[in-house]
């Protein structure tokens, strides 16, 4: 028979179990033959090379991914600098195709551009050069969510501690109103309020120094808080149009109205913190470093949501190319990802450095269709 005070206790419903986040819908991977893809027999694989070896040189380094990319990325590493056909012979021989799917069937998706910028800037503060680029302050936490459910592994959320909670992280309204703790973690400064927000958007860029030289810089953290476009703000203002959403719109609104800008950039509290990067003389590719933690190579990689396409995996990706809406059917490999990159058909296509990048990117979003290639020694994922 309960005691009375075991009985009082059992009378109290144990506390539920912490229930771990919602997961997104799973994308679908439908097998189909290589001679699907549309543009697979005339693609310039030997472009693609350097992009996917320096790919499997993280593939392999992972725990998690090894065993499964051995076979194609020896078989790769051994063919060394080969030519289309033989390349195109060896994917197939590797790897099977997928069509990848939205988990309500859609065949297409939203298909961006991003590239690497160039700023100019200083090391030091002055009234030109006042916009600074921080590095990750000190009180902001990291929080890996994987300790308490595996199933999310490599995910993270971003905080700081209030006494003894641990809150959100501050929005960009209070980052660039003083109360973040990033006195001290200035890498450098630019000359542009609307330019040092874009490079928060691309991720990466290059400094040119008042001083001499050129700086590099690429994405350290961010401060947890969504992503809101300025594009999509400007259109629901009514200030833009959505057909004319690009870039150089929003730069042309930004020189119209340099009194609102600063409000405008703060609509979207998302903000990004960079680290100084040091080029790899002996890198196969001359690019950012992106989220897999390899250089990014012009007109081969492409962001993605991790969550719905593996991160390293090639993609053959068909979409059209910006300024003139020609087919853009070609091999890519997924390396990077980005805050604004969500969903299973989602992709972000990495236009690489300068001017002519730079329009491309500002010009892009249309509608793709996306395959994955896969190990055949793996089920798809």
């Known amino acids: 028979m309960l005691t009375a005070g075991v009985a009082a206790c059992a009378a109290v419903p144990p506390a539920p179990a912490p229930q771990p986040p919602p ?14 893809l549309p543009g697979w027999a005339d693609d310039a694989l030997a472009e693609a090379w350097p992009a996917f070896i320096a790919g499997c040189a993280a593939l392999l380094a992972r725990p998690q991914t090894a065993a499964i990319w051995r076979e194609p990325c020896d078989a790769a590493r051994s063919a060394g600098s080969a ?19 939205g988990p309500d069937g859609a ?28 590095a990750p302050p000190d009180d902001l936490l990291s929080v890996e969510l994987a300790g308490l459910y595996p199933e999310l592994e490599g995910k993270r959320v971003r905080g700081r501690l209030e006494g003894k909670r641990v809150v959100p992280y501050w929005s960009r309204a ?15 400064f630019v000359d542009d309020a609307l330019e040092a927000f874009l490079l928060q958007v691309q991720g990466s860029g290059r400094i040119r120094l008042a001083e001499g030289g050129t700086l590099r810089v690429g994405y350290a953290d961010q401060n947890g808080q969504p992503y809101r476009s300025l594009g999509r703000i400007l259109v629901e203002r009514g200030a833009l149009a959505p057909e004319e959403v690009s870039l150089q719109a929003i730069g042309a609104w930004a020189r119209q109205h340099p009194r609102e800008l600063p409000a405008l950039l703060d609509e979207n509290p998302s903000y990004v ?17 992106g989220a897999l933690g ?48 969500r969903g299973a058909l989602r992709a972000d296509f990495f236009w690489g450095f300068g001017d002519d990048a730079a329009r491309q990117a500002g010009a892009m979003r249309g509608q793709g269709r996306m395959w994955l290639l896969w190990p055949k020694a793996a089920a798809a994922p």
């Open 23 to 36: 997961q997104p819908p799973r994308t679908l991977f439908q097998p189909v033959a290589f001679a699907q």
């Open 83 to 101: 030519d289309s056909r033989t390349l195109r012979a060896l994917f197939e021989r590797y790897l099977n195709a997928y069509r990848a799917l």
């Open 107 to 134: 065949t297409t998706g939203l298909v961006t551009g991003y590239y690497e910028p160039l700023l100019d800037g200083s090391r030091n503060r002055s009234e030109l050069h006042r916009y600074p680029l921080y």
């Open 174 to 188: 209070d980052i660039e109103g003083g109360k973040a703790a990033v006195a001290g973690k200035e890498l450098v």
């Open 273 to 289: 913190f960079f680290r100084e990067l040091t080029p790899d003389p002996t890198a196969l590719v001359d690019g950012p470093i």
């Open 294 to 341: 390899v250089a990014l190579a012009a007109g081969r990689t492409i962001a993605v949501d991790p969550r719905s396409i593996p991160l390293g995996a090639p993609v053959f990706i068909a979409t059209t190319w910006p300024l003139s809406g020609a087919p853009l059917d070609r091999l890519v490999f997924a390396q990077d990802t980005g805050g604004a990159i």
